[in-house]
């Protein structure tokens, strides 16, 4: 018996657990101004309900980006036994907002979230970089620990799964902490934002417009969620 349960715990490591995934963006959004453009509550100030993105030169939108290598991290959280919420699975909509992106978390439990993104950062930066928000009295300071660990495990799979070098054009080692993003203030459960790459640089571009880098990203997040979830010492 014990054999048999041991050998369903390493076939399926996230039995049980739920994992919320946030592609960022969609692709519909440019068409819904008003709609994207309306002012809600981010917890630590009011912004725009959600923005359509940044896209590499060669005009592979973030939206889309961020879509693909959801689906693919879901594939495999799956895989692993995880159930999985998904913030959207089409990239012909718009939103939804970043109230209710959280919201999508909050409702399902879930152990850990993530929300997917590329950067627009400046042509000459390089990159990834894991963002988390600080204590914040009343928002995060619940969930403020587990989601910096959740971070460092994200980052260290990430960069050793991928190669993808630290952001050189900000954060510290791969990690940032930011106060300003309402998917995260408003998580109460364990979340990170994770930037994979700079869409406004040609080396990472390149990177990320490859099916079969992708694959692995989503493998790396995959590792990086899992380790969180399972307690494996980074």
């Given at each position: 018996m014990l054999a048999a349960l041991l050998a369903l715990a390493l076939a399926a490591p996230l039995a049980g657990k739920t994992v919320a995934i946030d592609p960022?963006?969609?692709?519909g959004n440019?068409?819904?101004?008003?709609?994207?453009?309306?002012?809600?509550?981010?917890?630590?100030?009011?912004?725009?309900?959600d923005t359509t993105g940044t896209e590499t030169a060669e005009g592979y939108t973030e939206a889309a980006y961020n879509l693909d290598v959801a689906l693919r991290l879901r594939a495999v959280?799956?895989?692993?036994g995880a159930r999985v919420v998904m913030t959207r699975t089409t990239n012909t909509g718009w939103g939804p907002c970043i109230t209710e992106r959280a919201a999508i978390g909050n409702?399902?439990?879930?152990?850990?979230?993530?929300?997917?993104?590329?950067?627009?950062?400046?042509?000459?930066?390089?990159?990834?970089?894991?963002?988390?928000?600080?204590?914040?009295?009343?928002?995060?300071d619940d969930i403020y620990a587990p989601s910096k660990r959740l971070a460092l495990d994200v980052r260290d799979a990430f960069h050793a799964g991928t190669g993808m070098p630290y952001a050189t054009y900000l954060g510290d080692r791969g990690l940032d902490v930011r106060s300003d993003l309402g998917g995260l203030n408003l998580s109460n459960v364990p979340k990170v934002f994770i930037e994979t790459g700079n869409m406004r640089n040609s080396t990472d571009a390149g990177?990320?417009?490859s099916p079969a880098f992708r694959e692995r990203e989503a493998r790396a997040l995959a590792r990086g969620v899992t380790a969180f979830l399972t307690g494996a010492a980074r």
């Open positions: 960022g963006h969609n692709g440019y068409l819904h101004p008003r709609e994207i453009d309306r002012v809600v509550d981010a917890g630590t100030l009011r912004k725009a309900c959280l799956r895989a692993e409702r399902a439990h879930a152990d850990a979230a993530i929300s997917i993104h590329a950067d627009g950062g400046p042509s000459g930066g390089r990159g990834f970089h894991v963002i988390y928000a600080p204590s914040i009295p009343g928002l995060t990177l990320l417009e």
